[in-house]
C-alpha cells in the first residue's frame, strides 16, 4: 500500500533551493559553485547567502569581483571525465573530490652540498706547498749569496757579506711563513663560511 502526501492547504515557504548540474567544492566553511564550463564564479557560506562572484575570461584573468571571498580555481579547460585543471589543484567539481595538489612548477633538485672538510683539507695542502716552494726558494737564494761572499777575498768584507746574507735570508723565510699563515687564516674563514652556509663538516 502506498502512502499519499496532502499538499494542499496550509502556508509554504521554500526551504531549500537546489542548482542541478552545477558542480560545487567546499573549502572550509564556503562553497564554491561551478557552472557548465567549469568556472568557479560564485562563493557562498554555509547557508547560501553569497560571499563573492567572480568573472573570469578563458585565460583565467579576473575581469569582475563582486565581494571579499576569492577562489583559487580559475578554470583554462574542462576535459573528458569532468577533470579540470586549475592553477593549483585537478578536480572532478562534480564529484567535489581534489585529485591531485599541484605546488607549481616542478621544484629543481637541491645542489650537492659542500663537502667543507674537503676543502679546507685541499686550501691546507696548498698553502703548505707553497710554504714549501717559497723556503726552497729563500735556501738557493741563501745559498748562492753565501758562494758569492765567500769568493770575496778580503776577510771583513766576506764577514759583512755573510751576515748580510743571513739577515735577507732570515727574513725572507719570516717572509714565507707569514704569507703561509695568512693563507691558513684564509682557509679557515672559507671553511666557517661553508659550515654556515649548510655544508658538510
Not at 562572484?53 to 584573468?61: H, K, L, P, S
Not at 682557509?187 to 655544508?199: E, F, H, L
Request: charged share 15%; net charge neutral; glycine share 10%.
Amino acid at each position: 500500500m502506498e502512502q499519499q502526501s496532502d499538499l494542499s492547504g496550509g502556508n509554504w515557504v521554500v526551504s531549500a533551493t537546489y542548482l542541478k548540474g552545477v558542480g560545487l567544492v567546499r573549502r572550509n566553511n564556503e562553497f564554491h559553485h561551478f557552472d557548465v564550463l567549469g568556472t568557479a564564479g560564485v562563493i557562498t557560506n554555509a547557508s547560501g547567502a553569497v560571499l563573492s562572484t567572480n568573472v573570469y575570461d578563458a585565460f583565467g584573468v579576473s575581469r569582475y569581483v563582486s565581494g571579499n571571498a576569492q577562489t583559487q580555481w580559475r578554470w583554462l579547460q574542462a576535459e573528458e571525465e569532468g577533470l579540470v585543471h586549475g592553477g593549483s589543484a585537478d578536480l572532478m567539481p562534480g564529484w567535489g573530490v581534489v585529485l591531485q595538489q599541484r605546488t607549481g612548477q616542478p621544484t629543481p633538485p637541491a645542489p650537492p652540498r659542500r663537502n667543507c672538510q674537503a676543502e679546507l683539507n685541499w686550501c691546507m695542502t696548498k698553502a703548505g706547498a707553497m710554504l714549501t716552494a717559497c723556503l726552497i726558494v729563500v735556501g738557493f737564494a741563501a745559498t748562492a749569496c753565501l758562494a758569492l761572499c765567500n769568493a770575496d777575498p778580503e776577510p771583513i768584507t766576506k764577514m759583512l757579506c755573510i751576515r748580510s746574507c743571513t739577515i735577507k735570508s732570515i727574513l725572507a723565510g719570516a717572509a714565507c711563513i707569514a704569507a703561509y699563515h695568512i693563507s691558513a687564516d684564509n682557509c679557515k674563514r672559507d671553511y666557517d663560511k661553508c659550515v654556515r652556509s649548510g655544508g658538510q663538516t
